[in-house]
Nanobody, 120 residues
Framework: QVQLVESGGGLVQAGGSLRLSCAASGSIFSINAMGWYCQVAGKQRELVAGMPSSGNANYADSVKGRFTISRDNAKNTVYLQMNSLKPEDTAVYYC??????????????WGQGTQVTVSS
């Protein structure tokens, strides 16, 4: 069984920063892509940033230059550094990872979500 556990959300004023973390644990053989999505009530989940196992990260246009995704492969953890936050960044943020289990099955896994609220 594989789990993704997120942390780091909260309430911050506009212009502030937050760092989200997401740690994968369980029966992991390998982790391919990892990323972050956000969702506002009543809207579809949207990609914020993604990072393959090797190669360059990709970002939503709305966060380019403000957010940075990074990975610590030794810890099976992905991070999202969020700077210059805006009220429109307010959402529930979900991490996701494409993981091959020790049983050699591949699937996309999701964290439970963490609320980010940016006040004006």
């Amino acid at each position: 069984q594989v789990q993704l556990v997120e942390s780091g959300g909260g309430l911050v004023q506009a212009g502030g920063s937050l760092r989200l973390s997401c740690a994968a644990s369980g029966s992991i053989f390998s982790i391919n892509a990892m990323g972050w999505y956000c969702q506002v009530a009543g809207k579809q989940r949207e990609l914020v940033a993604g990072m393959p196992s090797s190669g360059n990260a990709n970002y939503a246009d709305s966060v380019k230059g403000r957010f940075t995704i990074s990975r610590d492969n030794a810890k099976n953890t992905v991070y999202l550094q969020m700077n210059s936050l805006k009220p429109e960044d307010t959402a529930v943020y979900y991490c996701t990872a494409r993981i091959t289990s020790t049983a050699r099955s591949m699937a996309n896994y999701w964290g439970q979500g963490t609320q980010v609220t940016v006040s004006s």
